[in-house]
């Protein structure tokens, strides 16, 4: 690994200078050395100068909470690279991606599908006339929905192939919230850009906005106050909690378990204006700013109102959570729909609440911890997982990390009595030129990746972000297989990925 | 059962009765209020640190179409000029009466005689999601949970165009969305009215620089509710609509 790699850690700035530049077969070889060993890919991606394109990419040691960087260099008339997609599925979209915005073929690679139809994409297919993946036989048919679902949420189009009832393959093509973030980034001073990281997916406000105050303060070398840390880990498990909440509300509505619906429909709410009484703002925004938080709490806050929320979700959401698990009604209906096993799990590269639901033990909390889950990881104890990867999987880890989000609330309390500051000033000439930042944020999805590159002048290279949805949305057509297409809307809430996270 | 007994009583009666007069935490960020007191000359610093455009100069003036509440500017300004107020009443139907200042009138919406005798007991509205983050489609979805039940006043968002009495549009249009989101407008049948919803509906947002938007659909299709916020509260988008409709709920 040492000699093609360079070692970092999470939200920590190394010069580009000393990332090997490897040519790019050997890049390729690295690459594949590592995944051999059983190590991810955490990201991939293209920077364009003039005509040359330089790539780097990311993998994630959990063994040493480490990261590890390699690049390489395309230069004009180079566009292209074997494929590694066919023996690493997991790496199939980051290839893609390089294709659609670099114009990097990957030769053989076995599907090459656009990612989300990017703005002056190298695509020659059009969003109207892309061609699904068609299946033959007697009585197989087609069912196309979208991009304007029934209900009030983000666009995509969803294409199954059928047999009858039965889905024998769904193809899921994105784009539609394509509105150029990557592009937008480098339109203004980095250090300016907190409302967009907050505008990435509303539903990750504080997951994208810290994954982007992490990467800010690796460049500038600030180290936000302790209190800082720990109002951070109470709004991103306040999101946590909401989200969940929500979720298995969405979820009880799909079944018809009504009362699953409104309870936690309610319970949502008093999460959410909690996140409101500390942030002015029901997603959490305006409160994370490079080098600290811009909102305090007071004793009222911290001695009162959190706990009284705290001791009252806890018990009302325990009481819903039995009588969803116990209701003859419920759970035959969630265990063996949307299977996503370990090994399909794995193979494919899911992350996040998917991947743990699949018997996968990963978190970035745990695995890459910062801020206050540095301390926190130990007291965390196992990362919850469950093995079957069904509905009924997702639908009871989730119901444990909300469980869990409540507990480290608690435990971030405890340490917020000293009156430290809540902000240290970050500032542009404080940027380290010619670098590159890997953070990463267990986002309640899964992890949040942000990368940048900075230049001789402290300009901003390259912003590149990862939702968790990058890697899941090939789960969710995975997990569909062999189900009823009426399965779909249930398998879809359990996953609940995100359409703009994805689309960026 | 017994459990099932507690969940009920521990769930009690949760509606928002009064949601004209509901009190929203102080934090919260809602109308601006801009003091008369003159700026530090050549100060821009309000204008520099806004993420969305949203603000002109001499006289300070925040235009609610485009502001996300971030609250950048009222953190930066010397003058102490800008603060925010928890007041969620921000609709308005005409463009202009969004930009606030220290002399202009409240953001307020008038009561349309034709829409009101048209939709003033049902009305049924499409959503089309067109390149947001989707913070304003939870905060849509809001609206049906059991403290909004927007239901109860007549209004509800239906699953096909053909169906809905209007448009309500969220997001700053992506090129990949525009096509789509004349389709169903289009699919509406007349008379229909459409909303504008949040930072990126009514201006593009924090989002309004980039050109993977086509926004040509706004420049053809006349709005007849604007609704700022990034994302709007529930109450702002509710209340905003009686207001349309001429409902006398208190
Ligand atoms: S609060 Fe509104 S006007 Fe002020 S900086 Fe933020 S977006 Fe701009
Ligand atoms: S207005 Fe704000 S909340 Fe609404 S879609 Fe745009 S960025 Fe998201």
């Not at chain 1, 294709?99 to 139809?117: A, C, D, I, S, T």
């Amino acid at each position: 690994m040492k000699q093609h790699w360079l070692q970092t850690g999470n939200g920590k700035a190394v010069s580009c200078k000393q990332i090997p530049s490897l040519p790019s077969l050997e890049f390729n070889s690295a690459l594949a050395e590592a995944l051999e060993n059983k190590k991810r890919v955490v990201s991939w991606f293209g920077m364009e100068s003039g005509s040359d394109i330089r790539v780097f990419a990311v993998c994630s040691d959990t063994s040493h909470s480490a990261l590890w960087v390699t690049a390489t260099m395309f230069e004009a008339e180079q566009r292209s690279f074997p494929s590694l997609a066919s023996r690493f599925p997991a790496v199939h979209l980051f290839e893609c991606e390089l294709y659609e915005q670099h114009g990097l073929l990957p030769e053989n690679h076995p599907w090459l599908k656009p990612v989300r139809f990017e703005h002056g994409r190298k695509h020659s297919l059009g969003m109207h006339d892309y061609p699904f993946f068609p299946m033959d036989g007697a009585e197989v048919h087609e069912v196309g929905v979208g991009p304007v679902h029934a209900g009030v949420i983000e666009p995509g189009h969803f294409r199954f192939q059928c047999h009858g009832e039965t889905v024998f393959h769904l193809e899921i093509q994105l784009g539609y919230q394509h509105r150029g973030l990557e592009s937008l980034f480098l339109q203004k001073p980095l250090l300016r850009q907190a409302a967009l990281a907050e505008s990435i997916t509303g539903d990750t406000s504080i997951g994208h906005v810290w994954a982007y105050a992490q990467a800010m303060e690796g460049l500038t070398g600030v180290t936000p106050p302790e209190r800082a840390q720990w109002l951070r880990v109470i709004a991103l498990e306040l999101e946590r909690l909401a989200m969940h909440i929500g979720d298995l509300g969405a979820l009880s509505g799909d079944i018809a378990f009504l009362p699953g619906l409104s309870v936690y429909g309610r319970l949502r709410t008093e999460v959410i204006n909690t996140s409101m009484a500390l942030s002015g703002s029901r997603f959490g925004r305006g409160l994370i700013r490079p080098g600290g938080v811009v909102y305090d709490v007071d004793s009222q806050f911290l001695a009162e109102y959190l706990p009284r929320m705290l001791t009252h979700v806890e018990k009302d959401m325990d009481g819903i959570n039995e009588m969803l698990i116990e209701s003859p009604s419920v759970i035959p209906r969630l265990e063996h729909t949307g299977l996503l096993s370990t090994a399909v799990a794995s193979e494919i590269g899911v992350v996040g609440f998917v991947a743990r639901s699949s018997g996968i033990a990963m978190d970035s909390r745990h695995d890459h911890p910062y801020g206050g889950y540095v301390f926190l990881k130990s007291r965390m104890g196992a990362i919850p997982t469950f093995r079957w990867g069904d509905v009924e999987a997702r639908t009871k880890l989730r119901i444990a990390e909300a469980k869990q989000s409540i507990q480290l609330i608690w435990l971030s309390l405890i340490h917020l009595n000293d009156q430290s500051s809540i902000s240290m000033p970050c500032t542009t000439d404080q940027i380290q030129p010619d670098s590159l930042v890997v953070s990463m944020v267990e986002g309640w999805r899964g992890e949040v990746v942000h990368c940048v590159v900075t230049g001789p002048n402290r300009e901003t290279l390259r912003y590149k972000i990862k939702d968790p949805s990058f890697h899941n949305w090939f789960g969710l057509a995975q997990a569909l297989r062999n189900n009823g297409i009426s399965d779909f809307p249930l398998c879809n809430k359990s996953f609940n990925l995100s359409y703009s996270g994805f689309d960026l | 059962m017994l459990n099932a007994l507690k969940v009920r009583w521990a769930q009690g009666y949760q509606t928002v009765d009064h949601i004209r007069q509901v009190e929203l935490n102080q934090r919260f960020r809602g109308l601006p209020v801009i003091e008369s007191r003159a700026c530090p000359e050549d100060c821009q610093a309000c204008v520099e640190v806004c993420p969305s455009q949203a603000i002109q100069l001499s006289p300070v003036r925040i235009d609610l179409g485009k502001c996300i509440f971030c609250p950048d500017c009222s953190k930066v300004c010397p003058a102490e000029k800008i603060h925010f107020t928890p007041d969620y009443h921000l609709s308005c139907n005409e463009r202009e009466g969004l930009v606030v200042g220290s002399q202009t009138q409240h953001p307020a919406v008038k009561t349309e005689e034709r829409i009101k005798q048209i939709f003033g007991r049902s009305l049924k509205l499409r959503s089309v999601s067109a390149g947001g983050c989707n913070g304003c489609e939870m905060e849509l979805n809001a609206l049906a949970n059991v403290n909004f039940d927007m239901g109860r006043f007549g209004i509800e968002f239906t699953a096909s165009p053909r169906h809905a009495d209007g448009l309500v549009l969220t997001g700053p249009i992506s090129e990949n969305m525009a096509p789509a989101l004349q389709a169903t407008f289009d699919a509406i049948p007349s008379p229909k009215i459409v909303i504008a919803v949040g930072a990126c509906g009514i201006s593009g947002g924090v989002f309004a620089a980039s050109p993977a938007l086509d926004r040509r659909f706004l420049e053809k299709i006349p709005v007849d509710l604007y609704i700022p916020g990034c994302p709007p509260h529930p109450l702002t988008f509710l209340n905003g609509l009686l207001d349309l409709l001429g409902k006398k709920y208190s």
